[in-house]
């Protein structure tokens, strides 16, 4: 019996699990750790996770609102929104895109399942497009989908 009670105390004391992010469509790369969770800055939530195989940096802000609160997000639900990175290749570049100001605007969907503090925690996923400049080889789709643990 104190054998359960001590597990189950461990249990309830162990620290959330680390945050992880992972790419899908022209790349495919993963990351963990500290560096891959986000932000509350008053209502908006943000992450800044740099990329390997971009050799540049993601940048997410998702503005909840008034009052962020735990629930599903979406564009729809959303006032302002982004989803940004960019990387040369040859003589062009390759812009991964998302948002309120984009054009195709891409799409979210965001599970905010606690914010402690202000320390928010969920899933996030983000489908990006993938803008170049004529003759740039950005891959062979599309679309960037990102997908995001914390």
Avoid: K
Avoid at 46 to 69: E, W
Avoid at 96 to 123: K, M, N, Q, R, W
Avoid at 135 to 142: L, V
């Amino acid at each position: 019996m104190r054998l359960i009670a001590l597990s189950l105390l461990a249990a309830c004391s162990s620290p959330p699990p680390p945050c992880a992010v992972s790419w899908s469509g022209n790349f495919v790369e993963s990351a963990a750790g500290a560096a891959v969770c986000p932000t509350l800055s008053g209502q908006v939530l943000g992450f800044a996770i740099h990329s390997r195989s971009l050799g540049a940096t993601l940048m997410i802000a998702i503005d909840l609102g008034a009052a962020p609160a735990p629930g599903s997000y979406s564009p729809a639900t959303v006032g302002e929104w982004s989803a940004v990175a960019a990387r040369g290749a040859g003589q062009g570049a390759c812009e991964y895109a998302a948002g309120t100001g984009t054009t195709p605007g891409g799409t979210f969907t965001l599970e905010l399942d606690v914010i402690d503090g202000a320390i928010p925690h969920g899933s996030l996923d983000v489908e990006q497009w993938v803008q170049a400049a004529a003759g740039t080889d950005c891959g062979a789709g599309d679309t960037e989908l990102v997908s995001i643990t914390f």
